[in-house]
């Protein structure tokens, strides 16, 4: 293996061949063909195994621990040239491109179902005929109480809807927004200190955005207990509780992965890892953490409030 000072600063870095990808993407398969069994094992009323799904996503997390490690210390020894450093900025760019355009996807299936699918089921618009004879009592209003067909889909007994905003110290997404929006300062604050090369506060605000980040993931779960067990809102209960589970549920899993990488990140800054000229690994993390917490703002806007 090169050393750093034999290292060409003018192209590419390659390693020798190593068996990260094959297993990566085996593990991807199991993940998700286990989860594919399950759903179709409890759609036909049997008692789905997790087992497949399981063991995909050890063996994801293996590979991923393994193969992060191994970037992390061919960094460490110089071997990563600015070639390769662009290459790194241009795919972290285009991966957080990637995911602005999967939450577009759900927002603008949001803006239909809104917008378009519950005025046709009240009788409005070109093909608001059909749902003003299957359904002449159901009123197009957001979000649905009242289903169509209340028998298959057993319709909430109250929204996640925002209260007056005089009522929001009681309101978990307030508090929510609250967090997730301080955590994108003291990610900046920790950002900053690795500029002015301060290490006690590098790992003193990146610390605390990880801790930030456990908190809402435990008040967003405090708020998926509430809805099941108090307000009847479930993904099984029409439009509006599909929707919602899957935006804030999405939204969640990304918060989940984001905190996790900004955990290695402040286990790396107690290894004394990161200076001035060298920290693209914290980078691409604050820039992540940064873009889940605006889809958060827009989460809470169109969600919650509107």
């Known amino acids: 293996m090169a050393n750093a000072a034999e290292t060409d600063q003018s192209v590419y870095y390659v390693p020798h061949s190593g068996w990260y990808p094959v297993v990566l993407a085996a593990g991807v398969m199991l993940m998700l063909t286990g989860f ?34 191994k970037v992390i210390a061919e960094n460490q020894e110089g071997l990563v040239n600015e070639q390769l450093k662009r290459s790194y900025v241009w795919g972290m760019g285009w991966f957080i491109f990637s995911e602005v355009m999967f939450f577009a996807a759900f927002f603008g299936a949001l803006y239909y179902t809104r917008v378009i699918a519950v005025s046709w089921l009240g009788g409005e618009g070109a093909k ?48 929510n927004t609250v967090i997730l929006l301080s955590s994108s300062v003291t990610v900046h604050w920790a950002h900053s200190a690795i500029k002015e090369g301060n290490r006690a506060r590098l790992k003193l605000w990146l610390g605390i955005t990880v801790l930030l980040g456990i908190i809402f993931l435990i008040l967003q779960a405090e708020e998926y207990i509430h809805a099941y067990s108090e307000l009847g809102l479930t993904m099984g209960s029409g439009i509006y509780g599909s929707t919602f589970f899957i935006l804030t549920g999405f939204h969640g899993f990304h918060v989940t992965l984001g905190t996790i990488i900004l955990l290695v990140q402040f286990l790396r800054s107690l290894k004394g890892h990161f200076s001035h000229e060298d920290c693209f690994g914290f980078e691409a993390a604050s820039w992540y953490w940064h873009f889940v917490d605006v889809v958060w703002v827009f989460l809470f806007l169109f969600v919650y409030i509107l």
């Open 128 to 175: 608001g005929i059909t749902g003003e004879y299957l359904w002449p009592e159901f009123e197009a209003a957001w979000p649905v109480l009242a289903n169509p067909d209340s028998g298959l889909f057993p319709p909430p007994n109250e929204s996640m809807q925002a209260p007056g905003v005089t009522s929001w110290l009681s309101y978990l997404p307030f508090w």
């Open 36 to 69: 594919a069994t399950w759903l179709n094992e409890t759609k036909a009323g049997e008692a789905g195994s997790w087992t497949q799904s399981i063991i995909g996503f050890a063996m994801m997390s293996v590979v991923l621990y393994y193969w992060f490690a």
